[in-house]
């Protein structure tokens, strides 16, 4: 299955193709989604507010969205803005 | 950690930040530059910081308000000045008298005159300086505050990433709980990206007041909703946060390799002290650097980290010095057992002798490995003595600075403490004595301002430390018209550097003009030389009259345990120490001749060393009278050689050297006895002692 | 009680309180050390001579892996020598946190005295200097002569003894 390979200057600038990039791969049969972070160090809001909504929607439709490569900065990022739980 | 290791890890490292930092006051009145200033911020913060953590609220207050000052010196409003480093050494000690004393009414005034005299020196700043003590004791130490943001949708138009404002506003103090509200956010399929929907409600603990938050906001609070509201009040704190105070050093080793910046490691340092997060988690989240140069500055941490404990061993030389005894009574015990291997048949004796070889080789590497563990660096002994120099010269009216050199070089433990007043003696010497005053320097055509340098080496098996000051120089005209005075020597005898040296040794000694308060009768050459001969050290005078002094003082290596060459006069064995000797020979009946006035002399390869009868000098029986049909032992110290008078040479081993108390003999040729393999006890000579001896 | 009462019964127990003392010989004397101070009693042993030292230090002695200094009382005491018997000991004491051997003519035993037996010995009483006496107790029937051993084996006034005797030669 295809993951989503997060640039690594993903931020607002590059939200909209991601949004899109997002809405395709929600709506495919696919029961696991995969987003790869391995090449970002850090991300801005926009980008964990859009995987927010995306993680929002895999639930309802029972995808498991699965990160990759996500460094400590960005995990801490996505613990933040409530996408990871804090453990 | 428990209360107590908090405490008493702050201790340790509060004392280690207060030397640097007088060290750094120090250099700072000499050199202002914008480096030494930063510094002393960063260690008055992480003081400040630590105290708060460790539970000394006063401390904690009072470092504060120094740490305003110092802002206010960091960003030029403030200039350096002699008044201001007269204040700032005076609030160090303050610090350190708070920290290691308990709180009693003294300091407290104190704390109020301080504090309003720091009022004095930044009456602009916003924060009150001013404070009252009343405001310093009620205030908490940390303060919890609600914070609401919800900011507005267009906001990334704006470009600014709340997430970045988010996490400058927690690298304030700690997030004790955290919500992100996205009941705004819209599906999917219906949200623009490019706007923003979440909210969120932080609740962060931090030493900072309010103010501090606001700024975080600084550019967005006016068209944001953003709310801070003080809840303290519901809170208590009974737990203190870890901190992980060594950790910083990661920070600092990374801003040395230029991989992140000073005021990076600042917010560091700041978010780690109250979050307690990794430094290395916190750097990498800000972006400052990524992980692989963490890891491998962690590396480096380790290792250095392990140097950094050397230099604060503590009081575990007990032990020590039990390894080292225990040492000892295995070297004495395998000289018993090779007296026995060699009185067993060849075939046995040969096996046994080999098996001992061994041994032997074990011992020696153990006992340097041991002397390994105990040897620290000498460079805090020297700096601390900065503030010293920088006192007493101030109270002669002399400008002089301290050159530091060798600070690496590593000695005993045992042996830096014990020459630390000695050197003390030295300096005092030198900045009395031999630094002149201003006036008399330019008249000489010198720079106004001495120079004393405290230089330290290793050579042959020996450390080497050197006070050299470029003063005046022994006035040998002086001393000459003292021990003419004194009886000491006739009015047109001619002495050497050698006998001059002896003369200032002596207890009472004193060419100096005035009594000073300070030091006045030749401040106890003689005291100083007694204490660096009990470890077994020697002292030397270097002299160009007006250029300077130079005092050498050679220690051996290794304390307790040598090679010593075993000789025979009658009944009685002596050791002389195998490094001083030069060579053995059994001399001819012409190359011994009497000086007149001094004595016999020996010819040895074009050089006449004056020749020592042991039996004489030691007023024992020996089988011997005539040299030619004994042996003579030349043996050297420093630059001086003599030739000592033996029956026989009896053999070389590994000794352990007991000292011998002070009472026990007059004489300095004996500095220490031994224990042989048969349990009797064996003198030791002390070359340099008996040089000395010879020369009076 | 009151204070002054007090004072007066920690002072009256303080006198009647038992110490241990060892005694030994010297010349005709019986001497007594504080049991205390003591550390051992060993026969005598080899003793190394070391030079330029005052008479009554006669040398140096291997007491387990440490030099000790010993020092002959009768010598100390300036009373006329006599050659080491097999009764001849060395006592080591500890004064000032060194040890310190004293030869003496031989051990006797070790008794209990009070401190109120204990009593100020007139100046010509004993043929020792009177510095070094603590003060005399009667043990039974023999008399028995306290010393202060912090005083006669001090170091400032052994070196000073030193140094008379240096100077004496």
């Given at each position: 299955?295809?993951?989503?390979?997060?640039?690594?200057?993903?931020?607002?600038?590059?939200?909209?193709?991601?949004?899109?990039?997002?809405?395709?791969?929600?709506?495919?049969?696919?029961?696991?989604?995969?987003?790869?972070?391995?090449?970002?160090?850090?991300?801005?809001?926009?980008?964990?507010?859009?995987?927010?909504?995306?993680?929002?929607?895999?639930?309802?439709?029972?995808?498991?969205?699965?990160?990759?490569?996500?460094?400590?900065?960005?995990?801490?990022?996505?613990?933040?803005?409530?996408?990871?739980?804090?453990? | 950690?428990?209360?107590?290791?908090?405490?008493?890890?702050?201790?340790?490292?509060?004392?280690?930040?207060?030397?640097?930092?007088?060290?750094?006051?120090?250099?700072?009145?000499?050199?202002?530059?914008?480096?030494?200033?930063?510094?002393?911020?960063?260690?008055?913060?992480?003081?400040?910081?630590?105290?708060?953590?460790?539970?000394?609220?006063?401390?904690?207050?009072?470092?504060?308000?120094?740490?305003?000052?110092?802002?206010?010196?960091?960003?030029?409003?403030?200039?350096?000045?002699?008044?201001?480093?007269?204040?700032?050494?005076?609030?160090?000690?303050?610090?350190?008298?708070?920290?290691?004393?308990?709180?009693?009414?003294?300091?407290?005034?104190?704390?109020?005159?301080?504090?309003?005299?720091?009022?004095?020196?930044?009456?602009?700043?916003?924060?009150?300086?001013?404070?009252?003590?009343?405001?310093?004791?009620?205030?908490?130490?940390?303060?919890?505050?609600?914070?609401?943001?919800?900011?507005?949708?267009?906001?990334?138009?704006?470009?600014?990433?709340?997430?970045?404002?988010?996490?400058?506003?927690?690298?304030?103090?700690?997030?004790?709980?955290?919500?992100?509200?996205?009941?705004?956010?819209?599906?999917?399929?219906?949200?623009?990206?490019?706007?923003?929907?979440?909210?969120?409600?932080?609740?962060?603990?931090?030493?900072?007041?309010?103010?501090?938050?606001?700024?975080?906001?600084?550019?967005?609070?006016?068209?944001?909703?953003?709310?801070?509201?003080?809840?303290?009040?519901?809170?208590?704190?009974?737990?203190?946060?870890?901190?992980?105070?060594?950790?910083?050093?990661?920070?600092?080793?990374?801003?040395?390799?230029?991989?992140?910046?000073?005021?990076?490691?600042?917010?560091?340092?700041?978010?780690?002290?109250?979050?307690?997060?990794?430094?290395?988690?916190?750097?990498?989240?800000?972006?400052?650097?990524d992980e692989k140069a963490v890891q491998q500055a962690l590396g480096d941490q380790n290792r250095i980290k392990s140097r950094i404990q050397a230099t604060t061993v503590r009081v575990e030389t007990k032990k020590l010095d039990t390894l080292l005894n225990l040492l000892g009574e295995i070297v004495i015990s395998q000289s018993s057992i090779a007296r026995m291997a060699e009185e067993l048949e060849e075939e046995q004796g040969y096996r046994l002798k080999n098996a001992l070889y061994g041994m032997d080789r074990i011992t020696r590497e153990f006992q340097e490995q041991i002397m390994a563990i105990r040897m620290?660096?000498?460079?805090?002994?020297?700096?601390?003595?900065?503030?010293?120099?920088?006192?007493?010269?101030?109270?002669?009216?002399?400008?002089?600075?301290?050159?530091?050199?060798?600070?690496?070089?590593?000695?005993?433990?045992?042996?830096?403490?014990?020459?630390?007043?000695?050197?003390?003696?030295?300096?005092?010497?030198?900045?009395?004595?031999?630094?002149?005053?201003?006036?008399?320097?330019?008249?000489?055509?010198?720079?106004?301002?001495?120079?004393?340098?405290?230089?330290?080496?290793?050579?042959?098996?020996?450390?080497?430390?050197?006070?050299?000051?470029?003063?005046?120089?022994?006035?040998?005209?002086?001393?000459?018209?003292?021990?003419?005075?004194?009886?000491?020597?006739?009015?047109?005898?001619?002495?050497?550097?050698?006998?001059?040296?002896?003369?200032?040794?002596?207890?009472?000694?004193?060419?100096?003009?005035?009594?000073?308060?300070?030091?006045?009768?030749?401040?106890?050459?003689?005291?100083?030389?007694?204490?660096?001969?009990?470890?077994?050290?020697?002292?030397?005078?270097?002299?160009?009259?007006?250029?300077?002094?130079?005092?050498?003082?050679?220690?051996?290596?290794?304390?307790?345990?040598?090679?010593?060459?075993?000789?025979?006069?009658?009944?009685?064995?002596?050791?002389?120490?195998?490094?001083?000797?030069?060579?053995?020979?059994?001399?001819?009946?012409?190359?011994?001749?009497?000086?007149?006035?001094?004595?016999?002399?020996?010819?040895?390869?074009?050089?006449?060393?004056?020749?020592?009868?042991?039996?004489?000098?030691?007023?024992?029986?020996?089988?011997?009278?005539?040299?030619?049909?004994?042996?003579?032992?030349?043996?050297?110290?420093?630059?001086?050689?003599?030739?000592?008078?033996?029956?026989?040479?009896?053999?070389?081993?590994?000794?352990?050297?007991?000292?011998?108390?002070?009472?026990?003999?007059?004489?300095?040729?004996?500095?220490?006895?031994?224990?042989?393999?048969?349990?009797?006890?064996?003198?030791?000579?002390?070359?340099?002692?008996?040089?000395?001896?010879?020369?009076? | 009680?009151?204070?002054?009462?007090?004072?007066?019964?920690?002072?009256?127990?303080?006198?009647?309180?038992?110490?241990?003392?060892?005694?030994?010989?010297?010349?005709?004397?019986?001497?007594?050390?504080?049991?205390?101070?003591?550390?051992?009693?060993?026969?005598?042993?080899?003793?190394?001579?070391?030079?330029?030292?005052?008479?009554?230090?006669?040398?140096?002695?291997?007491?387990?892996?440490?030099?000790?200094?010993?020092?002959?009382?009768?010598?100390?005491?300036?009373?006329?020598?006599?050659?080491?018997?097999?009764?001849?000991?060395?006592?080591?004491?500890?004064?000032?946190?060194?040890?310190?051997?004293?030869?003496?003519?031989?051990?006797?035993?070790?008794?209990?005295?009070?401190?109120?037996?204990?009593?100020?010995?007139?100046?010509?009483?004993?043929?020792?200097?009177?510095?070094?006496?603590?003060?005399?107790?009667?043990?039974?029937?023999?008399?028995?002569?306290?010393?202060?051993?912090?005083?006669?084996?001090?170091?400032?006034?052994?070196?000073?003894?030193?140094?008379?005797?240096?100077?004496?030669?």
């Amino acid at each position: 299955m295809a993951a989503i390979v997060l640039p690594e200057d993903v931020s607002v600038k590059k939200v909209k193709a991601l949004h899109a990039e997002l809405l395709n791969a929600v709506d495919n049969d696919e029961n696991e989604m995969v987003i790869d972070f391995s090449a970002v160090k850090r991300a801005d809001l926009a980008v964990y507010q859009v995987l927010l909504a995306c993680a929002r929607e895999c639930r309802e439709k029972k995808k498991v969205v699965k990160i990759k490569g996500a460094s400590s900065t960005v995990k801490e990022q996505m613990k933040f803005c409530g996408i990871l739980r804090s453990n | 950690m428990s209360e107590n290791s908090i405490r008493d890890v702050f201790l340790e490292e509060a004392k280690e930040i207060l030397r640097h930092l007088e060290a750094d006051l120090i250099q700072l009145e000499e050199n202002p530059d914008d480096e030494v200033v930063h510094r002393i911020f960063r260690y008055v913060h992480t003081i400040k910081g630590s105290s708060g953590i460790a539970g000394f609220d006063e401390v904690y207050e009072f470092t504060h308000r120094l740490e305003n000052l110092l802002d206010a010196v960091r960003n030029k409003k403030v200039p350096v000045e002699k008044a201001l480093v007269d204040l700032l050494l005076e609030s160090m000690d303050w610090v350190a008298e708070a920290i290691y004393e308990h709180a009693n009414a003294e300091r407290k005034k104190f704390l109020d005159e301080k504090v309003a005299s720091f009022g004095s020196f930044s009456a602009k700043e916003g924060e009150a300086v001013l404070a009252r003590t009343e405001n310093v004791q009620a205030e908490k130490p940390a303060n919890y505050f609600l914070v609401r943001a919800s900011f507005k949708p267009t906001i990334f138009e704006n470009g600014i990433d709340p997430l970045l404002i988010l996490e400058d506003l927690v690298s304030l103090g700690s997030v004790e709980h955290r919500r992100v509200h996205f009941d705004k956010l819209p599906a999917l399929r219906d949200m623009d990206p490019e706007k923003c929907y979440l909210e969120w409600t932080i609740l962060l603990k931090t030493f900072h007041p309010r103010q501090k938050l606001d700024e975080a906001f600084l550019f967005v609070k006016d068209d944001n909703d953003i709310s801070i509201e003080d809840v303290t009040n519901d809170f208590t704190d009974s737990e203190r946060r870890a901190g992980g105070i060594q950790e910083r050093k990661v920070g600092e080793i990374l801003v040395r390799r230029g991989v992140i910046t000073e005021e990076e490691l600042d917010t560091v340092l700041s978010i780690q002290r109250e979050t307690n997060k990794k430094i290395g988690d916190i750097i990498v989240e800000k972006g400052f650097a990524d992980e692989k140069a963490v890891q491998q500055a962690l590396g480096d941490q380790n290792r250095i980290k392990s140097r950094i404990q050397a230099t604060t061993v503590r009081v575990e030389t007990k032990k020590l010095d039990t390894l080292l005894n225990l040492l000892g009574e295995i070297v004495i015990s395998q000289s018993s057992i090779a007296r026995m291997a060699e009185e067993l048949e060849e075939e046995q004796g040969y096996r046994l002798k080999n098996a001992l070889y061994g041994m032997d080789r074990i011992t020696r590497e153990f006992q340097e490995q041991i002397m390994a563990i105990r040897m620290i660096p000498i460079g805090p002994t020297f700096e601390q003595f900065r503030r010293f120099v920088r006192d007493v010269a101030d109270d002669v009216h002399k400008e002089i600075r301290l050159d530091i050199r060798g600070s690496e070089t590593e000695l005993d433990k045992t042996v830096i403490e014990q020459i630390s007043d000695p050197l003390k003696h030295m300096i005092r010497n030198a900045i009395d004595h031999g630094i002149e005053t201003p006036q008399e320097r330019q008249k000489a055509g010198k720079k106004p301002v001495g120079t004393i340098t405290l230089n330290a080496y290793h050579q042959e098996g020996n450390v080497f430390i050197e006070i050299i000051d470029d003063g005046r120089g022994l006035d040998r005209a002086a001393i000459r018209r003292k021990a003419v005075e004194r009886g000491l020597i006739k009015g047109d005898e001619e002495i050497n550097d050698r006998q001059l040296q002896e003369f200032l040794f002596m207890p009472g000694f004193s060419t100096a003009e005035q009594v000073g308060e300070l030091s006045g009768r030749g401040v106890g050459m003689d005291v100083v030389r007694t204490n660096i001969e009990a470890l077994r050290g020697t002292v030397e005078l270097f002299s160009e009259p007006g250029k300077g002094t130079t005092i050498r003082i050679k220690l051996p290596l290794t304390l307790a345990i040598i090679e010593g060459m075993l000789v025979r006069v009658g009944k009685n064995v002596y050791i002389i120490p195998l490094l001083s000797i030069v060579e053995s020979l059994q001399p001819v009946r012409d190359s011994i001749k009497t000086v007149e006035g001094k004595g016999e002399v020996l010819l040895v390869r074009d050089e006449y060393v004056p020749l020592v009868r042991l039996y004489q000098h030691f007023g024992i029986d020996s089988d011997f009278t005539n040299p030619w049909e004994a042996l003579v032992v030349v043996v050297e110290s420093g630059t001086s050689r003599i030739g000592i008078m033996v029956d026989d040479l009896v053999g070389q081993q590994q000794i352990v050297i007991k000292s011998l108390d002070n009472f026990i003999t007059k004489s300095r040729a004996l500095s220490g006895a031994a224990i042989m393999g048969d349990g009797t006890v064996a003198l030791i000579i002390d070359v340099h002692g008996m040089v000395g001896e010879i020369a009076t | 009680m009151n204070a002054a009462e007090n004072k007066k019964a920690a002072h009256e127990s303080a006198e009647q309180e038992m110490k241990q003392y060892v005694t030994f010989v010297i010349g005709n004397e019986y001497y007594g050390v504080e049991v205390l101070k003591v550390q051992e009693i060993i026969g005598m042993t080899q003793i190394v001579h070391v030079p330029n030292s005052a008479d009554f230090m006669k040398g140096v002695i291997n007491l387990r892996g440490t030099v000790v200094p010993v020092v002959d009382m009768r010598t100390r005491f300036r009373m006329p020598e006599r050659e080491y018997d097999m009764f001849t000991v060395i006592i080591i004491v500890e004064v000032k946190n060194r040890m310190i051997g004293m030869i003496v003519d031989s051990v006797s035993d070790v008794v209990d005295m009070a401190e109120s037996s204990i009593q100020e010995t007139p100046h010509f009483a004993a043929k020792i200097e009177t510095d070094y006496i603590r003060g005399m107790g009667q043990v039974d029937d023999k008399l028995v002569i306290i010393l202060d051993i912090d005083k006669i084996l001090s170091a400032s006034d052994l070196e000073k003894m030193g140094q008379d005797a240096e100077e004496s030669k």
